[in-house]
Nanobody, 121 residues
């Protein structure tokens, strides 16, 4: 399973960006999909997650500014980021938990390649 992320860039404080991530490969279903980020010198942290049924969860510092959504038909997850702050600057990674049912029942976790988000004036 491969994840392809896109949508990062440079934006001024208060601006918006929309990240996209699509899954491809061999799987029966994608379960939870998440966005993580890693700023320079810091550990990777979970920013937002969305379950297969649409339930969402957010890191406290992004609540009310970021919105995670998914399109199950496209096996895609999105992160709408509004009111961006310099402290949101990081490499953003999408992650997906997948299930493959063939002769056996197989589960796994895939990561995207990361997309840089820079918030600066």
């Amino acid at each position: 399973v491969q994840l392809q992320a896109s949508g990062g860039g440079l934006v001024q404080p208060g601006g918006s960006l929309r990240l996209s991530c699509a899954a491809s490969g061999s799987f029966t279903r994608i379960n939870g999909m998440n966005w993580h980020r890693q700023a320079p010198g810091k550990q990777r942290e979970l920013v937002a997650g969305i379950a297969a049924d649409g339930k969402t969860n957010y890191k406290d510092s992004v609540k009310g500014r970021f919105t995670i959504s998914r399109d199950n038909a496209k096996n895609a997850v999105y992160l709408q980021m509004d009111s961006l702050k310099p402290e949101d600057t990081a490499v953003y990674y999408c992650e997906a938990d997948w299930l493959l049912i063939r002769d056996t029942y197989e589960v796994g976790r895939a990561w995207g390649q990361g997309t840089q988000v820079t918030v600066s004036s």
